[in-house]
């Protein structure tokens, strides 16, 4: 749904939030949700739906063909202009992990995926309205050696002729349309720094030459339409357990000429250890019911250098180094509360996104995306309905208030070059 006074910006939710195998699921769970939301909080007016598909569920929406979604869209007022690309494969009921980020930018199956995804979202995008699809951070950090030149070229390649698939989508249809890359800690791309060495070192530079060829342009324009069509999805969450100030993040960003597509409300565990080993250790033991074993909850740790760890269960074996250390934990909490079972999260940093980009007309999408409701420790679970509505109701509180201060975080320090 469109914001009151937010500079035409778009609020909803992504739909990962719904376990779901094949696109007759993900129907069925679009008809059962959508509705009743749109009916609670824009009866008046569309209401927007961020929609998750894997490349199974997205070759079957365009075999069947998109018309009965489409009536079912008009029907209920409903309306999708961003989707959610970044999982291949199933997203819930089986070990994700580490897989979440294959095949990536480096295999011709994440293109073709790709690809499909734009065709979805280029028969349903409403005329006028910006459209992104959302995508993996390149590749995973231990898959790539380092400075492989090689790997680096056709991860370049293979982005370059999305970004050419989506200029000509543009041409011919005037629906623009961005492919948002999503950094993520222990990725390819983790940092703001890291994001624009990609796209001021190899995208930019390696990527421009062939796509003006292709387009028949100069090679200005076509570095114009890679920036256009090429842009960052800002997951709050990730940044915030990368220890980067948002506004900082978001300026250094914004003056390399890389925009937001969109930006991801989702809030991080956070668990500020005592001093004391005892207390220290209880916390510790505690934290064990987070370490789930469907999904990566990669953990940085604060101090002069960060030190990082690739899941929970690996920073738990080495808690007891954590006294008087905080934890920043890649799992995404629910937004409407910042205390879980005595431990924190990043709710702040949400508020202090939402605010700057609110302010400063960054972005087009706001995109609530929590999708761990069914890995929370048992005394966390709520009803889903319940759940996704009192995420909607905090956005909103939110946005109604006067702009928070803004505290300053420990920066992370630049990470290894591309």
């Not at 062939?210 to 842009?231: F, G, Y």
């Not at 508020?351 to 700057?356: A, C, I, K, N």
Request: glycine fraction near 6%; charged fraction near 25%; proline fraction near 8%.
């Amino acid at each position: 749904m469109r914001l009151p006074g937010a500079g035409g910006t778009h609020l909803t939710y992504c739909t990962n939030i719904h376990p779901a195998n094949g696109w007759p699921a993900v129907f069925e769970n679009l008809k059962r949700y959508a509705p009743p939301l749109k009916a609670r909080f824009s009866p008046e007016a569309p209401f927007g739906l961020g929609l998750r598909l894997s490349a199974r569920e997205a070759r079957e929406l365009l075999q069947q063909g998109p018309g009965e979604l489409r009536r079912f869209l008009d029907d209920h007022g409903l309306y999708v202009a961003i989707i959610n690309g970044f999982p291949h494969g199933a997203f819930h009921g089986t070990v994700v992990k580490a897989d979440v980020y294959a095949p990536d930018w480096r295999d011709p199956a994440r293109v073709r995926y790709t690809m499909d995804l734009i065709e979805v979202l280029r028969e349903l995008l409403p005329q006028g309205v910006e459209g992104g699809i959302s995508t993996a951070p390149l590749s995973y950090k231990p898959w790539m050696a380092g400075w492989d030149t090689g790997a680096w070229d056709e991860i370049t390649r293979n982005v370059t002729r999305v970004a050419g698939a989506l200029a000509k989508v543009r041409a011919s249809d005037g629906r623009m349309i961005h492919l948002d890359i999503e950094p993520e800690p222990d990725c390819s791309l983790e940092t703001s720094t890291e994001t624009i060495e990609f796209f001021s070192r190899r995208l930019l530079p390696y990527g421009a030459p062939p796509l003006a060829r292709e387009l028949a342009v100069a090679e200005d324009a076509s570095r114009a339409a890679l920036l256009d069509h090429i842009q960052v999805c800002f997951d709050c969450c990730h940044f915030a357990v990368e220890y980067e100030d948002p506004a900082p993040a978001l300026d250094s960003l914004h003056a390399a000429g890389i925009k937001i597509g969109r930006v991801q409300l989702s809030s991080a565990l956070k668990v500020p250890f005592p001093a004391d080993r005892g207390r220290c250790a209880e916390a510790a033991a505690r934290l064990q019911a987070f370490a789930d074993p469907v999904y990566l909850h990669q953990v940085v740790e604060q101090g002069a250098p960060l030190r990082r760890f690739p899941d929970l269960g690996d920073a738990l074996h080495n808690a007891e180094t954590a006294c008087s250390r905080e934890w920043r934990i890649h799992f995404h909490v629910p937004l409407f509360t910042s205390e879980y079972d005595g431990f924190e999260s990043t709710q702040d940093y949400v508020r202090q996104v939402l605010h700057t980009v609110l302010r400063t007309n960054a972005t087009r999408h706001l995109e609530i995306e929590t999708y761990t409701w069914d890995v929370l420790p048992a005394g966390l679970k709520r009803n889903l309905d319940d759940s996704i509505a009192r995420e909607y109701d905090w956005v909103l509180n939110e946005i109604r208030m006067p702009d928070p201060p803004i505290p300053r975080s420990p920066r992370s320090p630049d990470r290894p070059g591309l």
